[in-house]
């Protein structure tokens, strides 16, 4: 039997089978229990993301100042406004601006991170990553921010039950299929879930794990907090993420690739480069490595730690449920 709480319908993972297909959410967030019923349909409708701007506009270049205000939030206080790259934006146009990026480079964002944006560098940082979790077989993983399905299937390859969760419905689709056509199928689960109110009881997985996700979740205090309440005790949550670089020579570098370099490949190989000025921004305002182990022992974790890899460009994060 199902329980449910009034706030986020939560309900135990034992014993519960999601449906065979993915599970889709309205409006990024579960409302509805009929979404996680076993009763749903089997294959979801597919939703189309909306088209990346087409037409003469060139793509931004250099570094751009922050903007403040937003013409449809203007009566916000600047303390409830949230950020989406350099722009200041209401907590609800960040989530819908950021479905929007992702949706808009779904099918070509492997060949744009993986080959483009980092040289290929991103296949060796999540294998490392994933090497670095000590993930055993037949342990339960929440894998959030998922969708390409790359770290749900270096894991398996380590014996883990991985859910693969992710708030863009596009990335999912893209995933499920890469993960379909190589056969990868049992041992995964797919569910379209906000990190920031997962619907799951407590203590029911044994590691968490989010790879290039965190700086795009809205609310990075109450994902964090809610990664923490999934854990059972002695559970280990895992974040790799750009972070800050600390090598003078390749910062300056690593700001000429990805504000000079990045948009013009985004506009030539995605036909999309404000999502990629957007990736570039968002980096820039991720908190630096520091930082983000502070707010991840403020969420509760204990034996907080980090690695470096690639001179700081990005950077492994660890930290255990007590």
């Known amino acids: 039997m199902f329980r449910f709480t009034v706030s986020g319908f939560r309900f135990p993972v034992s014993g519960f089978r999601f449906p065979e297909r993915m599970v889709k ?18 294959t979801p409708q597919m939703i ?11 793509p931004e270049t250099g570094n751009r100042k922050p903007e403040t205000g937003n013409r449809f939030y203007l009566n916000l206080k600047p303390e409830e406004m949230t950020d989406f790259g350099y722009r200041e934006v209401s907590p609800e146009e960040k989530t819908r601006l950021v479905g ?9 964002y492997d060949l744009m991170n993986d080959d483009l944006m980092s040289l290929g560098v991103h296949r060796l ?11 055993r077989s037949g342990q339960r993983q929440l894998d959030l921010a998922g969708g390409t399905g790359d770290i749900a299937c270096l894991s398996r390859g380590r014996g883990a039950e991985v859910c693969v969760a992710d708030i863009n419905y596009d990335m999912l689709t893209v995933g499920r299929s890469r993960m379909d ?10 569910l379209q879930v906000n990190a920031e109110t997962l619907p799951f009881s407590d203590n029911q997985f044994d590691h968490v794990t989010i790879a290039f996700g965190l700086r795009n979740v809205t609310f990075r205090d109450r994902a964090l907090a809610e990664m923490y309440r999934v854990l059972k005790p002695g559970g280990r949550v895992h974040v790799l993420e750009f972070s800050t670089v600390r090598l003078p020579g390749l910062s300056r570098l690593y700001d000429s690739w990805s504000f000079k370099v990045l948009p013009r490949l985004g506009a030539q190989v995605a036909g999309d480069a404000e999502s990629y000025q957007y990736l570039a921004e968002s980096i820039r305002r991720f908190p630096d490595q520091e930082t983000l182990a502070g ?25 255990a449920k007590v």
């Open 295 to 319: 707010h991840m022992r403020e969420a509760g974790f204990e034996r907080v730690k980090w690695s470096n890899l690639s001179g700081g460009i990005c950077a492994i994060h660890h930290g």
């Open 48 to 58: 189309e993301g909306p088209k990346p701007e087409t037409g003469n506009r060139k």
């Open 25 to 42: 959410t309205d409006d990024f967030v579960p409302k509805s229990i009929a979404h996680c019923q076993p009763s749903a349909p089997a």
């Open 100 to 108: 929007r990026v992702f949706s808009s480079v779904a099918t070509r």
């Open 125 to 135: 940082w999540k294998r490392h990553f994933v090497a670095s979790c000590g993930i």
């Open 181 to 190: 056509a190589i056969g990868l199928v049992q041992g995964l689960e797919w």
